[in-house]
Every structure is written in structure tokens, then in C-alpha cells.
């Protein structure tokens, strides 16, 4: 079992910043890749990036690439998400995931786990 806690979320202007973090529980952590996705209201949820076990490789949607960055910490099991000249298109509630692979995936079905989510709002 893998409990995934997200934080960092809330409003910001549009050409702002957020990072958000996702802490992990287990001591496997660095054996996951690991995702963010995210969800508008009325839309389906979406990949947004993702990061293999070591950090050493990460896949982007097209739409967020270039101003977002997803990083790890092996040893603070935390996951990162940096988002940089935010649109108000990004709004939407983000979540992490973990899949039980060392490789990345840019499908939701391929995780196992996922958190509560955290808000993002980014008003024009």
C-alpha cells in the first residue's frame, strides 16, 4: 500500500508560479515512476508528466512543455512538480500517482495509486 499526500496548490495569476509536492509513504518510493495528472471541471483527466524511478527520465504533455518541471527526491520520497507561466487553461485539480514500475507511463491505467488531488486555479 502506498499513501500519496499532495500539497502546493492554490490561486495564482496567469504568467505565475506553483510547485506542487507529493510525499509518499513506503520505503519503496524510488522503485516507482511516478506521474502528475489533472483534471478540469467538466473534462476527462489528463496527463501531465511523468518521471521514472531514478529521475533520470521524464515525459511531458505537449501542453505544459517547456514551462513545467517534474523532479524527485529518493530520499524525502517526494515527488515534485514545478509550474511556471501558468495559463488559465491549467486549472484543475492535480494529482499524483504511482506506478509499480520502474519505467514511465503517460497512461492513468497504469498507476496504482493515486492522491486526494490539490487544487489549481489560475485566473486571467
Known amino acids: 500500500q502506498v499513501l500519496l499526500v499532495e500539497s502546493g496548490g492554490g490561486l495564482v495569476q496567469a504568467g505565475g508560479s506553483l510547485r506542487l509536492s507529493c510525499a509518499a509513504s513506503g520505503r519503496t518510493f524510488s522503485s516507482y515512476a511516478m506521474g502528475w495528472f489533472r483534471q478540469a471541471p467538466g473534462k476527462e483527466r489528463e496527463f501531465v508528466a511523468a518521471?521514472?524511478?531514478?529521475?533520470?527520465?521524464?515525459d511531458y504533455a505537449d501542453s505544459v512543455k517547456g514551462r513545467f518541471t517534474i523532479s524527485r527526491d529518493n530520499a524525502k520520497n517526494t515527488v515534485y512538480l514545478q509550474m511556471n507561466s501558468l495559463k488559465p487553461e491549467d486549472t484543475g485539480v492535480y494529482y499524483c500517482?504511482?506506478?509499480?514500475?520502474?519505467?514511465?507511463?503517460?497512461?492513468?491505467?497504469?498507476?496504482?495509486?493515486w492522491g486526494q488531488g490539490t487544487q489549481v486555479t489560475v485566473s486571467s
Open positions: 518521471i521514472n524511478w531514478s529521475g533520470g527520465r521524464t
Open positions: 500517482a504511482a506506478r509499480l514500475d520502474f519505467s514511465i507511463s503517460t497512461s492513468g491505467a497504469e498507476y496504482r495509486y
